[in-house]
């Protein structure tokens, strides 16, 4: 038999991540509206990927678990970004003609 203890969240935790997370589309929205120039790709994303922490950390309990857990949560985000930069790399590399 495996004896391991659970770590209880209360209620209370996932209401103010969900209501973290309506304010952060919310804003996304918002801030779509507003031309930042070359920094509207960068702001989504920085909203994109503290949403995504929140989802991960807390609804899918990471920040509970164990090292190991975590390890491979993080391997899969440089994984993400490294991806990003090739994307980025090819796009950045090519030669646009209009």
Same mark, same amino acid.
């Given at each position: ?34 031309? $930042? ?30 090292? $190991? ?13 490294? $991806? ?15």
């Amino acid at each position: 038999m495996s004896d391991t203890t659970h770590h209880v969240v209360p209620v209370r935790v996932y209401l103010l991540v969900f209501a973290s997370l309506l304010v952060l589309t919310y804003l996304t929205v918002a801030i779509s509206y507003v031309d $930042l120039g070359v920094f509207n790709a960068l702001v989504a994303m920085a909203i994109a990927v503290t949403k995504a922490m929140a989802v991960i950390l807390w609804f899918m309990h990471v920040k509970y678990s164990t090292r $190991l857990t975590k390890l491979c949560v993080g391997g899969g985000f440089l994984w993400l970004m490294f $991806l990003f930069a090739l994307t980025m790399m090819d796009y950045i590399s090519r030669n646009w003609k209009f």
